[in-house]
């Protein structure tokens, strides 16, 4: 079965940086299109980024700039780079492949 486990979230101050990880099994990775997501209190679930198989990426447009997917094939590994962030960024954050969610891992900015 597939499994997805993040980690890498904490509490992190304006303007920091965190990664976040999230390590795959139960899927032939390298074919697998992977996903960020993220939600808020209150607020529907939303994408924050995606990168497919060739490497290709797309980003939100409130993240566009500051965040960063990438992966790492020989480890079955996604992550997430989050550079200059801001208190709206805080929230669940989930790595998705096809129907599959991981646990999430909160990330929370605050002073």
């Known amino acids: 079965q597939v499994q997805l486990v993040e980690s890498g979230g904490g509490l992190v101050q304006p303007g920091g940086s965190l990664r976040l990880s999230c390590a795959a099994s139960?899927?032939?990775?390298?074919?697998?299109?992977l996903a960020w997501y993220r939600q808020a209190p209150g607020k529907r679930r939303e994408l924050v980024a995606l990168?497919?198989?060739?490497?290709?990426?797309n980003y939100a447009d409130s993240v566009r700039g500051r965040f960063t997917i990438s992966r790492d094939n020989s480890k079955d590994t996604v992550y997430l780079q989050m550079n200059s962030l801001k208190p709206e960024d805080t929230a669940v954050y989930y790595c998705?492949?096809?129907?599959?969610w991981g646990q999430g891992t909160q990330v929370t900015v605050s002073s």
């Open positions: 998705n492949v096809r129907t599959i």
């Open positions: 139960g899927i032939i990775f390298r074919l697998a299109g």
């Open positions: 990168i497919i198989s060739g490497g290709s990426t």
